[in-house]
């Protein structure tokens, strides 16, 4: 006798589930691994959650229907599945969440990411709740930054779904595309699959209650960015640059992109980083190696605040790279400054929900042709 799916599920078809009062099949039950290896037949069914009062009997009748209308002699394994709750809809998502403040920089190589993470940890350093989302898809780099590149997230099961849990390090939640996939191969994902990734970190993650959560947000204004506006009402965006012209062309054009009409995303304020550079062993001493106080210029011209001006001190490169952020040490130069970034911000943030209504979501639109 040879087994083939049909006659499996007609046999299963003959079975009643009491908690739909339809059959397996038209219940959807069946899940669709199921594997037919000589006279073995093995598959999953799917049950609404693991107290279910009918599971045991609905398992014992699946296989006696097999047994009864294909084969006595069939060898069968069932395996009960459960369903995981579905992703809250987007205007529910995080609703533990009070602040989500993406970290944004027009082009790469402004330390955009450097200062995401200082402001995260100098956040959680000032008493708060902290998550850190590494949203930049393509280059992930908090991994590093935080000393937990070998870390993988597990997942927990909070409210019948299974989610991820963040990895916790210097009092920061954390979450990065980096601890799913080989820094190698995430460039090779196509704008959809980035897209996917970015939803399940943000909508299947046991963030918690977070008075923050900061976004690291890829350089540029790609389509990421839109994802993130599609799935989360952005409190504010902060502002990297460094003095250079050409760093403030670009800055100018991500303040653009939160202030656009249908983006209206408040901006709480610009950063400029590497505002100068001073001789650890010479703390006085400032050289204005890329030029002097463009950020704050532009953020006069723009009427947004200037939040900091981080200067270039040798250890800031060096202690991100070893994976000890310069925040972690409050008595140095840098460290000092990235704790006035993060007054700064929670000053900024705390007057805008005074002032300006809570953001939308950008809504999504289809275009037909």
Not at 17 to 39: C, P, Q
Not at 200 to 209: M, P
Not at 352 to 363: A, D, L
Request: glycine share 8%.
């Amino acid at each position: 006798m040879t087994l083939y799916p049909k006659l499996i599920l007609d046999a299963l078809a003959t079975v009643t589930y009491a908690g739909t009062k339809k059959n397996l099949v038209e219940s959807e039950m069946v899940a669709d691994n199921l594997h037919i290896d000589g006279m073995k037949v093995a598959f999953s069914l799917i049950f609404p959650r693991d107290t279910d009062p009918f599971l045991k009997s609905t398992l014992k009748a699946a296989e006696a229907a097999i047994h009864y209308h294909v084969s006595p002699e069939v060898e069968v394994t069932i395996t009960p599945e459960f369903k995981s709750a579905a992703r809250p809809e987007p205007d529910k998502l995080l609703p533990q969440v009070k602040n989500i403040v993406a970290v944004s920089s027009g082009k790469g190589g402004v330390g955009k990411s450097t200062v995401a993470a200082n402001l995260a940890i100098s956040l959680a350093r000032l008493g708060y709740q902290v998550g850190l989302l590494d949203a930049d898809i393509f280059g992930p780099s908090m991994p590093k930054m935080f000393q937990v590149e070998d870390a993988r997230p597990y997942a927990v099961r909070v409210d019948e779904r299974d989610l991820i849990e963040p990895i916790t390090q210097y009092g920061v939640k954390l979450l990065s595309i980096g601890f799913f996939v080989k820094p190698e191969t995430a460039t090779l994902w196509r704008g959809g699959m980035a897209s996917n990734a970015l939803k399940q970190l943000i909508g299947d993650a046991d963030w918690g209650e977070l008075d923050y959560l900061i976004l690291d947000t890829p350089p540029g204004t790609s389509d990421i960015h839109l994802t993130l506006l599609q799935t989360l009402a952005i409190t504010g965006a902060v502002i990297v640059t460094t003095p250079q012209e050409v760093a403030l062309a670009d800055a100018r054009k991500g303040i653009d992109m939160y202030q656009n009409d249908k983006v209206n995303v408040p901006i709480l304020g610009l950063v400029e980083n590497m505002a100068w550079f001073t001789p650890a062993e010479l703390p006085q001493n400032r050289y204005y190696i890329f030029g002097k106080e463009g950020g704050k210029k532009l953020a006069e011209e723009a009427k947004v605040p200037l939040l900091a001006q981080i200067p270039l001190v040798q250890s800031i490169c060096e202690s991100g790279d070893m994976g000890k952020p310069a925040a972690l040490n409050i008595d140095t130069i840098s460290g000092q400054a990235f704790i006035n970034l993060a007054q700064a911000v929670v000053t900024t943030v705390n007057r805008r929900n005074r002032e300006q209504p809570p953001t939308k979501r950008v809504g999504v639109t289809t275009h037909h042709s």
